[in-house]
């Protein structure tokens, strides 16, 4: 059975459908019933556009097209989807906004091949993810460090299916205190934009206390709202950190559909969305 065929269709204050399902992590997961007047309408239009917050999708072009048999239109086409989940789709759109990067989706390139590119050290992640933010997997500091690294890739669920992208290393402005098996907590935000709206922002990092100035957090926005102009998608997740030297990068894009708040409040959040349908109205 699909998840979409167990999933939980509502329509929050007769302006936005949204097909939901638990997945028991509290970063991901939100009450809509709970702040919102919701509807669940035993008959409803033969067919309706509607955000999933099921998860992510490890298929998301299969989860489209059950929804879709079911009369629900996600937000995002499979290649919407495409273009702010993998990096060798989004990097191409902002290549001047984020760490210099290559890619090789059908092999593992060799430490020469690397070296040749970039200097070391190098920031190495899957087309779409890194793997739970582990170091050991992430940074390769010299071409016999970068095999070790490739070794743990085999290993790893995560990374193992995932074509590999290398990144220009960027020293970033470290916030708290990091663990030598993750890695570091930096000055980094995540931010959702809706139609091109930014409807929240917050530290990206648990577990530690930093803020942005008023000042900081217009570069932030300047620089993800260019990212989320240049995308041009209905919901996306823009994840923006400053440099050591003070400027200010992006890390990554993200489906607002997959993506967990972070430090992002998300009734606030989703209040904001629903403003802005009630202008699109």
């Not at 917050?202 to 100035?213: D, R």
Request: contains cysteine.
């Amino acid at each position: 059975m699909s998840d979409a065929e167990h999933s939980n269709v509502v329509l929050i204050e007769d302006r936005l459908w949204v097909v939901t399902e638990p997945t028991g992590m509290p970063a991901y997961d939100f009450a809509f019933e709970d702040f919102f007047a919701c509807r669940h309408p035993f008959r409803r239009p033969e067919a309706i556009r509607a955000v999933a917050r099921m998860g992510a999708a490890s298929d998301y072009a299969q989860r489209y097209e059950a929804c879709k048999s079911q009369g629900v239109e996600l937000i995002h086409a499979p290649a919407e989807y495409d273009r702010t989940s993998l990096l060798p789709h989004w990097y191409p759109l902002i290549e001047d906004l984020t760490p210099r990067s290559r890619w090789w989706l059908d092999r593992r390139p060799s430490a020469a091949e690397i070296g040749r590119e970039f200097r070391w050290p190098v920031f190495l992640k899957g087309a779409r993810q890194t793997s739970r933010h582990q170091k050991s997997l992430s940074v390769a500091t010299s071409a016999a460090e970068y095999d070790r690294v490739m070794a743990g890739w085999d290993a790893d669920p995560i990374l193992c299916w995932q074509g590999l992208v290398c990144r220009e290393y960027v020293d970033l402005r470290k916030v708290g205190v990091s663990s030598d098996q993750t890695l570091p907590t930096a000055f980094e935000f995540r931010s959702f934009w809706w139609r091109g709206q930014c409807v929240g922002i917050g530290p990206y990092w648990k577990g530690v206390s930093y803020a942005m100035t008023p000042a900081e957090r217009a570069a932030a926005l300047a620089i993800a709202g260019e990212a989320a102009r240049r995308l041009a998608v209905t919901f996306l997740v823009v994840d923006v950190a400053q440099t050591a030297a003070g400027a200010w990068t992006v890390i990554e894009c993200n489906d607002g559909q997959d993506s967990g708040y972070a430090g992002v409040a998300p009734m606030p959040m989703w209040r904001k969305i629903l403003d802005v349908e009630a202008g699109a109205a």
